[in-house]
């Protein structure tokens, strides 16, 4: 009997370190949005928030250079749970040397990158220990930075803006060891991230190859076997106002957000029940051969397309020989628009 409660109980942490994952940005959002605001405006504590506006006015380019990356919040035992609802795997095929900066591409981006943030945001999967050495910043919008109290808690994870002044400093202002984290496909290729597809919204994304190529960061492929399945995206039949309302609503968030909002569902708070908690399916990021690129301060187009090309080569080596390891047929191709 006490077996069996164990084993709810790991269960429902393991829910619960999932189910707290968006929620904490929110409140933590709502706190600095309206709380700041309020104890300036109709509290005795209003120099409390006058000095908190001033740190933050102060501190506001932290998160475009070195951050303030926390190893106990990136090893909390919180993420155990969260990698084990999963679970969540980092494979390694090739030694990242620490003499070298890296940009590291995830692919696919996925609903919500759960493999990408577990395993390089956090020491969940112990990204250090197969990566001695080597110092991961995942980039994500910058807009995320613009939040008092969130930006904090995401830079403690070691998570940086996909911007390129950012990224610049990360590879060029910190000696070597350093990989970039970038999910290149963004908000366009999560919507067309279905259960058994392996499509990446790349053709358009060179950006990363110019960013190497100035740098001289190495480009290094993986691929997040198992992200497409953590939940079911619905698209609606055309012509029906349920499809009316799903492309205006993410028309709307395009523009005015700039992220394109996902109809999609997985599980409830059971197994077996509906809802929006991932599906316990698992998720293995395989990390690939690095690929050397030459330090050019003003690459040409000719030679941007060079390496990409080239990148796009590694990609499906990668893929092609492991994606019957993860529940992929032979025949399954990696399809790249």
Not at 43 to 59: E, I, K
Not at 211 to 223: D, E, F, I, M, W
Request: hydrophobic fraction near 40%.
């Amino acid at each position: 009997m006490a077996f069996f409660s164990r084993l709810d109980l790991h269960e429902g942490l393991r829910t619960l370190s999932v189910l707290q994952w968006i929620p904490v940005y929110v409140i933590l959002g709502t706190l600095s949005i309206l709380g700041i605001p309020y104890f300036l405006l109709f509290s005795t504590f209003w120099p409390l928030s006058v000095l908190f506006l001033a740190w933050v006015a102060y501190d506001w380019n932290t998160h475009s250079q070195d951050g303030r990356r926390s190893a106990w919040v990136r090893n909390w035992t919180l993420w155990k749970y969260f990698q084990s609802y999963f679970p969540v795997k980092l494979v390694k095929t090739h030694d990242l040397s620490p003499k070298h900066n890296y940009i590291i591409l995830s692919h696919p981006h996925g609903i919500l990158c759960y493999g990408a943030f577990i395993n390089f945001a956090t020491e969940a999967t112990g990204f250090s220990r197969v990566f001695p050495s080597i110092t991961p910043f995942l980039a994500t919008l910058e807009g995320i930075f613009w939040i008092p109290f969130v930006r904090d808690y995401v830079m403690s994870m070691g998570i940086c803006p996909v911007s390129e002044l950012a990224l610049k400093h990360q590879l060029t202002q910190r000696g070597s060891g350093n990989a970039v984290i970038i999910v290149p496909g963004g908000a366009s290729e999560a919507l067309l991230c279905c259960p058994g597809v392996s499509t990446v919204y790349l053709k358009k994304r060179k950006g990363f190859v110019k960013l190497a190529l100035k740098t001289g960061a190495y480009l290094v492929p993986s691929y997040s076997f198992g992200e497409n399945e953590a939940y079911n995206q619905e698209t609606f039949p055309e012509g029906t106002w349920l499809r009316f309302f799903q492309k205006n609503f993410q028309k709307i968030g395009k523009r005015i957000l700039g992220i394109n909002f996902c109809t999609f569902h997985g599980r409830g708070l059971t197994r077996g029940s509906w809802g929006f908690l991932p599906f316990n399916h698992p998720i293995t990021t395989v990390v690939g051969e690095p690929l050397p690129v030459p330090k050019i301060l003003d690459p040409d187009k000719e030679t941007v397309a060079k390496y990409f090309e080239l990148y796009i080569s590694a990609l499906r080596k990668l893929f092609d020989q492991h994606k019957t390891k993860y529940d992929f047929s032979k025949t399954q191709e990696l399809t790249i628009i």
